[in-house]
Nanobody, 129 residues
Framework: QVQLVESGGGWVQPGGSLRLSCTVI????????IGWFRQAPGKEREGVSC????????YYAHFVKGRFTISRDAAKNTVYLQMNSLEPEDTAIYYC??????????????????????WGQGTQVTVSS
């Protein structure tokens, strides 16, 4: 059974930074994509960023490019999402996910939620003054 343990959410003022962490427990190498979705109140869930464990490929949604950075510490089985220059529009619950997308998001330029079999419990990120 795969478990995803998230941490690092919270409140920050516009322009500030937060770092989310996701520790993966019990996964196998077939679940090669680890990433983040987010969902704001009244809005659809959207893919934010993804990391490929086979070759360190990365994907970023257009609305976070240049502001967010995804990385992995393989020894700790942990993926990080460094979020800089945060905006009120980034306010959402962020979910760590892992799965085996049929085509990796760094090729398709999108993340499809049903392709990620395992989800974390979610961590709240609030950006406001």
């Amino acid at each position: 059974q795969v478990q995803l343990v998230e941490s690092g959410g919270g409140w920050v003022q516009p322009g500030g930074s937060l770092r989310l962490s996701c520790t993966v427990i019990g996964s196998t190498s077939e679940y090669y994509a680890i990433g983040w979705f987010r969902q704001a109140p009244g809005k659809e869930r959207e893919g934010v960023s993804c990391f490929g464990t086979k070759d360190d490929s990365t994907y970023y949604a257009h609305f976070v490019k240049g502001r967010f950075t995804i990385s992995r510490d393989a020894a700790k089985n942990t993926v990080y999402l460094q979020m800089n220059s945060l905006e009120p529009e980034d306010t959402a619950i962020y979910y760590c996910v892992t799965g085996r997308p049929r085509v990796a998001p760094w090729y398709t330029t999108k993340m499809i939620d049903y392709e990620y079999e395992y989800w974390g419990q979610g961590t709240q990120v609030t950006v406001s003054s």
